[in-house]
């Protein structure tokens, strides 16, 4: 990074933390003319701007946020740490967010900063400063304080073409994988149907005919540390897989293992968490054992049916409609017991035919590991051709303006795009 001019982050950005009014259930609002709450949940998976907001806040909350426009940055101060995002629209951002407003719009390119400030660079030099060990946290003197490079204007541009070229060939990659996701549904209603409106063409029960036991996860508290690593509501996602990014570990006695253990096969059940995500549902098959944490459910399938038929089912538009429908509230959260998902109506097919879709869904994750396993290389080679750009190792010329690729960046962008085009 020593190729271009470094400058403090506070001196390139007005940065200033947010606020919220308190008891914040108090502010909200659904009149047309409250502020723009801005939270987590309204970024949406890669996408680098916050376009529109799910709640509204009274203008009197205001004296108690911090008000952001369009253009400026907001960094997560913890969850996903440092992440980056421009701003499309205006609102109230609470202290969950840091806000990085440019001083002079005519020596900042936006989208040049969007790379640099998600960039492993950026994130390794929070790291070093942020306090905490296993919850990072930002504040205002931290960011002002790292140091960046601020290349010219003109290269900023420059950069910015090279590294959007390179970065919308790995979305190509992750929409290929984002379409197994829809595809794997598809393949659940083409053998089954609707699970109400088919129910006809197969006998009708509940999942209690298809469920041989139930076990809740462990109440134990994990910690950074400990022998086997414990699956979380968190770990589940919306669309019913594992995301095993963020875990903590727990120790379990022999006793506590044979309860609380999840292997290879075994079916997950989040009975508690927001009204919108209660009831995610997923497959484990992970080749070593984790523990399972209490919010979570094993589910064993009886002789019935298998647990790929169940998860579909549960994660289907028919499934999380019921369960957020029968969800109650406790605590501020929604909770569905193990009992209650016994109950919900279901079609009783075949077991043949359960198996059958269980293979069609094994083909589907064979072909999703070769896409992830291209994406991870695909992201490498896009931090590697980020790094350069920032240390000023690209070399420009007058065709780059016009689209035409820096030979210095050809490598980086052919190999991106060849594992892009991929037919695993």
Same mark, same amino acid.
């Given at each position: 990074?020593?190729?271009?001019?470094?400058?403090?982050?506070?001196?390139?950005?007005?940065?200033?933390? #947010?606020?919220?009014?308190r008891?914040?259930?108090?502010?909200?609002?659904?009149?047309?003319?409250?502020?723009?709450w801005?939270?987590? #949940?309204?970024?949406?998976?890669e996408?680098?701007?916050?376009t529109?907001t799910?709640?509204?806040?009274?203008?009197?909350? $205001?004296?108690?946020?911090?008000?952001?426009y369009?253009g400026?940055?907001?960094?997560?101060?913890?969850m996903s740490?440092?992440?980056?995002?421009?701003m499309?629209?205006?609102? +109230?951002?609470? @202290?969950g967010?840091?806000?990085?407003s440019?001083?002079?719009?005519?020596?900042?390119?936006?989208? %040049?900063?969007y790379y640099? !400030?998600g960039? @492993?660079?950026?994130?390794?030099?929070? +790291?070093? /400063?942020a306090?905490?060990t296993?919850?990072?946290? $930002?504040?205002i @003197?931290?960011?002002?304080?790292?140091?960046?490079?601020?290349?010219?204007?003109?290269? *900023?541009?420059?950069i910015?073409?090279?590294?959007?070229?390179?970065?919308?060939?790995?979305?190509?990659?992750?929409?290929?994988?984002?379409k197994?996701?829809? /595809?794997?549904?598809?393949?659940?209603?083409?053998?089954?149907?609707?699970?109400?409106?088919?129910s006809?063409?197969?006998?009708?029960?509940?999942i209690?005919?298809?469920?041989?036991?139930?076990?809740y #996860?462990?109440? *134990?508290?994990?910690?950074?540390?400990?022998?086997?690593?414990?699956?979380?509501?968190?770990n589940?996602?919306? +669309?019913?897989?594992?995301?095993?990014?963020?875990?903590?570990?727990?120790?379990?006695d022999?006793?506590?293992?044979?309860?609380?253990?999840?292997?290879?096969?075994?079916l997950?059940?989040?009975?508690?968490n927001?009204?919108e995500?209660?009831?995610?549902?997923?497959?484990?098959?992970?080749?070593?054992?984790?523990?399972?944490?209490?919010?979570?459910v094993?589910?064993?399938p009886?002789k019935?049916?298998v647990?790929?038929?169940i998860?579909?089912?549960l994660?289907s538009?028919?499934?999380?409609?019921?369960?957020?429908?029968?969800?109650k509230?406790?605590?501020?959260?929604?909770?569905?017991n193990?009992?209650?998902?016994q109950?919900?109506?279901?079609?009783?097919?075949?077991?043949?035919?359960?198996?059958q879709?269980?293979?069609? !869904?094994?083909?589907?994750?064979?072909f999703e590991?070769?896409?992830?396993?291209?994406?991870?290389?695909?992201?490498? !080679? %896009?931090n590697?051709?980020?790094?350069k750009? %920032?240390?000023?190792? /690209?070399?420009?010329?007058?065709?780059?303006?016009?689209?035409?690729?820096? +030979?210095?960046?050809?490598?980086?962008l052919n190999?991106?795009?060849?594992?892009?085009?991929?037919?695993?």
């Open positions: 990074m020593d190729s271009y001019p470094l400058f403090r982050l506070g001196e390139i950005f007005k940065i200033a933390r #947010g606020g919220s009014p008891p914040i259930n108090d502010y909200l609002t659904d009149s047309e003319d409250g502020l723009n801005i939270m987590i #949940g309204d970024t949406k998976g996408s680098k701007y916050i529109r799910k709640k509204k806040i009274r203008k009197e909350g $205001l004296a108690k946020s911090r008000m952001v369009p400026d940055f907001l960094l997560t101060n913890s740490f440092g992440r980056p995002y421009i499309s629209t205006e609102g +109230c951002i609470h @202290d967010w840091l806000v990085l440019p001083k002079d719009d005519k020596s900042i390119n936006t989208d %040049f900063f640099l !400030l960039s @492993d660079y950026i994130y390794r030099k929070f +790291c070093q /400063l306090p905490g296993t919850v990072k946290n $930002l504040n @003197d931290l960011v002002k304080s790292v140091k960046v490079p601020l290349p010219p204007i003109y290269e *900023q541009k420059r910015t073409n090279i590294l959007s070229k390179a970065d919308n060939l790995r979305k190509m990659r992750q929409e290929s994988i984002q197994l996701d829809e /595809l794997s549904q598809s393949i659940f209603l083409e053998m089954f149907g609707d699970p109400i409106k088919n006809k063409h197969f006998p009708v029960g509940t209690a005919d298809l469920v041989k036991s139930t076990q #996860g462990t109440s *134990q508290k994990a910690g950074p540390v400990g022998e086997y690593p414990i699956l979380r509501m968190g589940i996602t919306y +669309c019913g897989k594992f995301d095993l990014s963020d875990l903590k570990y727990i120790d379990l022999e006793k506590s293992q044979q309860k609380y253990l999840a292997s290879h096969g075994d997950l059940f989040n009975r508690t927001s009204r995500l209660v009831g995610k549902t997923a497959v484990y098959y992970g080749e070593k054992p984790m523990a399972y944490a209490g919010y979570l094993k589910i064993t009886n019935n049916s647990p790929e038929f998860s579909a089912l994660n538009r028919h499934g999380k409609s019921t369960l957020k429908n029968m969800a509230n406790i605590v501020g959260m929604a909770n569905i193990a009992k209650e998902v109950t919900i109506k279901t079609i009783i097919p075949p077991l043949d035919l359960q198996n879709f269980r293979t069609r !869904l094994e083909k589907l994750r064979e590991e070769k896409l992830l396993s291209s994406k991870e290389y695909m992201d490498q !080679l %896009f590697s051709l980020m790094q750009a %920032f240390r000023g190792e /690209l070399e420009f010329n007058d065709q780059a303006s016009s689209g035409v690729i820096p +030979c210095q960046t050809s490598y980086f190999k991106i795009s060849q594992e892009s085009l991929l037919k695993p």
